[in-house]
């Protein structure tokens, strides 16, 4: 199973993801996958009279991720203030700019806001995905915070119906570690200028 999970900040996401307990591979609101949903709030999504915690709404998201990348096991977004502030000020932060961002995240495709769980803005998300040679491991959204991926462990195509926890959560972890770089890229980014604003007007000597 592939998974796709949506959280608030870096904590949440590893509060929120455990591992299972009795028997059960993850939390009941995280979607199996976009054909097949398996958890409550996945049929929820489908049918408004599925009772159950209902879905974010931005699930579109991932499941247009998941069927794009057939090769990802998991897919995180994550609202991360400095990544919303940045763009709402016109700032795009280039990856280049830190080692660790430069080597684990070379290409960081930007996305022109959207309105949120629309099919127009999943679609988008989507083709930033797949677009280039080198596919995306995250992918920087104006206003909306971040969408990162996780690839499977051993190297599959698709989602598979007997994939266990072992690779669920390796796949979600990279994920997790790449939603993680986009922060610290844009907290470094915002406050590079507002330390150059500060010296600025303070003026020299």
């Not at 890229?185 to 303070?202: H, K």
Request: hydrophobic share 45%; charged share 25%.
């Amino acid at each position: 199973d592939r998974r796709s999970f949506s959280g608030g900040d870096r904590w949440a996401l590893r509060r929120q993801y455990r591992a299972p307990r009795s028997g059960r591979n993850a939390p009941d609101r995280v979607p199996r996958r976009p054909d097949q949903p398996g958890p409550t709030a996945a049929r929820a999504a489908a049918d408004p009279k599925t009772e159950g915690p209902r879905p974010s709404s931005d699930v579109a998201i991932h499941r247009a991720v998941l069927l794009a990348r057939p090769d990802v096991g998991a897919v995180v977004h994550a609202h991360l203030p400095a990544s919303m502030a940045l763009t709402l000020a016109g700032e795009v932060p280039d990856p280049a700019s830190l080692p660790e961002t430069a080597l684990l995240l070379p290409r960081l495709p930007f996305v022109p806001f959207g309105a949120p769980g629309s099919a127009d803005l999943a679609a988008r998300i989507a083709a930033a995905f797949t677009d280039g040679e080198v596919p995306a491991g995250a992918v920087l959204l104006e206003r909306h915070g971040a969408v990162a991926v996780g690839a499977t462990t051993d190297g599959a195509s698709g989602p598979r119906r007997g994939a266990r926890t072992p690779a669920i959560l390796a796949a979600l972890s990279q994920a997790v570690d790449r939603i993680e770089l986009v922060e610290v890229l844009c907290r470094t980014w915002r406050d590079a200028l507002l330390l150059r604003a500060a010296r600025s007007a303070i003026g020299p000597g």
